[in-house]
């Protein structure tokens, strides 16, 4: 959302953003003049597993049947802030709960995304029976909001309860700065980054630097002791995660829209451990692999180290997509909610 934030700000100077996530202010504090971050959520999400490459059904399951169970209480909380703040719209990414909130407090709610969370939890009632009853109550918010302005690599089923679905580009942000700007010199090497958010094993980066001597590593965490010459700790707070992207050639990551839409944008090769219950991955895979290069990998094989393997089997690519899809978001915005 950052990105739809920023070409909202340059196509209506002045705006002002109250974002209110679980994710870490930082994310988007830098996007414009005019931003507060309040820490707050009113999704339910799903639970992972340790390694964060499984979703934990039973779990994931307690927190939706909770999260329910509060949705007076959270609907009304929010509605105030809405009022309080003078919100114009609500742009949600895309928590089905942002429709009645929205609604109670009289302003509109745009959903902006690649999936919707009914058609995430749809397959998971084979390992945890329960969602199947409550996927109506998530319609039923859902049906509140006018619009989806839906992303690539998206569902194409369990979308007739929006009252209409807008197709856009990629949205994605492109860093602008040279391999020698990120990396602090000339690299001939193949760059490699790690793009994992979860928990990385020393031993495994060890593993992996040992078997692909040739190349380099790049990581975002300076906590792990790794002492090997073509392995870098990249220093969060002078080089973005985007900055990375364009200095990388291969990726080693878990699928998601945003990692994917930036290897379209970018042309950078991933390699993947494939996740177990993310309904997502079996969709977005063969349409990213259209524009770029991909690899699946074990879980034995990633926790070993064995990328360079993986990386012999990458395969697709050809059509690099433009990343405008941020500005056709935010002229859909502007339109609806009249700014």
């Not at 049947?65 to 809405?82: D, N, S």
Request: aromatic share 6%.
């Amino acid at each position: 959302m950052a990105a739809v934030m920023r070409e909202l700000a340059a196509l209506r100077p002045g705006v002002r953003f109250d974002v209110r996530t679980p994710a870490p202010a930082g994310f988007f504090e830098a996007v414009s003049e005019g931003v507060t971050v309040y820490s707050a959520g009113i999704d339910a999400g799903a639970v992972e597993s340790g390694d964060t490459l499984a979703i934990d059904a039973a779990a994931t399951l307690a927190r939706l049947r909770a999260l329910l169970a509060e949705k007076k209480g959270i609907v009304e909380r929010e509605a105030e802030f809405l009022r309080r703040s003078k919100v114009r719209a609500v742009v949600a990414d895309i928590p089905f709960l942002a429709g009645d909130i929205a609604e109670a407090a009289g302003v509109v709610c745009i959903g902006a995304g690649n999936f919707t969370w009914d058609w995430i939890y749809e397959p998971l009632e084979e390992t945890a029976p329960g969602f199947a009853a409550l996927l109506p109550q998530l319609e039923e918010s859902y049906r509140k909001f006018p619009v989806l302005l839906q992303m690539p690599f998206g569902q194409r089923e369990r979308l007739e309860h929006f009252r209409r679905v807008e197709p856009v580009g990629l949205v994605a942000t492109v860093s602008g700065r040279s391999r020698r700007e990120v990396l602090g010199g000339d690299e001939h090497r193949r760059v490699v980054l790690v793009g994992m958010r979860g928990a990385l094993a020393e031993e495994t980066l060890e593993a992996a630097a040992d078997s692909m001597a040739g190349d380099l590593i790049v990581h975002f965490n300076g906590k792990l002791a790794v002492h090997r010459e073509n392995v870098r700790a990249l220093d969060g707070a002078a080089v973005s995660f985007q900055d990375a992207m364009a200095a990388a050639d291969v990726v080693i990551s878990k699928l998601g829209y945003g990692i994917a839409a930036e290897c379209a944008a970018t042309g950078t090769d991933i390699v993947y451990p494939v996740r177990r219950g993310f309904r997502e991955d079996a969709v977005l895979a063969p349409q990213l692999r259209e524009h770029v290069r991909m690899a699946a990998m074990t879980d034995e094989e990633f926790a070993a180290g064995r990328w360079g393997e993986a990386m012999e089997r990458l395969e697709g690519g050809g059509k690099r997509l433009d990343a405008g899809g941020a500005r056709v978001c935010a002229e859909w915005i502007a339109r609806i909610a009249g700014l």
